[in-house]
């Protein structure tokens, strides 16, 4: 569907209550960028990208640590590879994608086009539309952003949550080949040859810096570092959105009421900290609300909005990673298989 240039222009109709709601969220606004101006670079920047510099100076570790063999050696390898993959992929590409790590616009864009493009091999643009103006401009709002994208009728719950995962690093780049065909030729070429150049870089330094001595085990070995954190991740995407109010188009509610009701904080974890970042796990309410913040100062800010919407009595969801895990598996067809529901939200409208 045609999408409006400004994501959250007010619904058709708009009551007496979208003042308050204005009122509300330009008040949590002033508050957090008080505590913005108060922080230091480091605290709005220079801890994500010391994160993110730190897990490409661990890359040469992970690769040596292939060409002993041993199984600890191997698992350690592994597992520095992953967790560096992850790192750079999903929290590089998701602070690159809003613009978190640099006020340049024009190392903005690098950024974006390097984490997205050639860590994740995805098309940076495209990538960029979907989250920030349709799943974050359009939160929870059914046929726009409403996380249907990770949605597979076809697969039963058992085979969706555990297996699916491991197909994610293969079907990202078919997904992204797919798109390109849709693209304007000066873009679509200049995202295949960095994608290209991420993927065959990383499948060169296998097989020339780990050892591997025949094409299959470099590429099974791509698969398995690429891999290791793919269930949480597919999780996570699911259990933030999923199953929270659902609103249409036309009665959706004003920004503070979509973000409170429509987003959910996983506790602290971390090893997901470090890999995917705060905004995507105990801090996502708040990365709705203000995505131009960086990982650390959502965790940062995170005492002030969950203050703040607790005081003016709105929601702030929360639960464990278990409890939502558990609660997909008993409500997989409601959830995923079925259409949602539309949220009647009384009063809000």
Known sequence: PRVSRDPMEPAHGASPGDGAAELLLRELERQVQDVVRASSWWERRGVDCAILALSLLALPAGFLCLRF????????GITILGMCHYTLTVK???LATHGA???????GKILMIFFVEVCTAFPAEFGKFNHVNLHHGY???VGLGDSSTWKMPCLNR??????APLLIPVLTPLVALERLRKEELRVALRTLCFMSLGLYSQYWLFLNVSGFQSPSSALACMLLARSLLAHPYLHVNIFQHIGLPMF????KPRRIHMMSLGVLNLPRQPVLDWAFGHSLISCHVEHHLFP????????KVKPLVSKFLHDKQLPYNEDSYLARFQLFLSHYEEFMVHAP????LVGLQ
């Open 341 to 344: 529901s539309i949220t009647e």
């Open 139 to 141: 939160t929870n709002v």
């Open 158 to 163: 058992y085979v969706y949550m555990f297996l």
């Open 92 to 94: 590089g590409s998701h």
């Open 69 to 76: 063999h041993n199984v600890l050696a191997f698992a350690t």
């Open 292 to 299: 131009w913040l960086s990982d650390h100062m959502c965790l």
């Open 248 to 251: 249409s188009l036309d009665k």
């Open 101 to 107: 790590l640099t006020e340049s616009k024009r190392w």
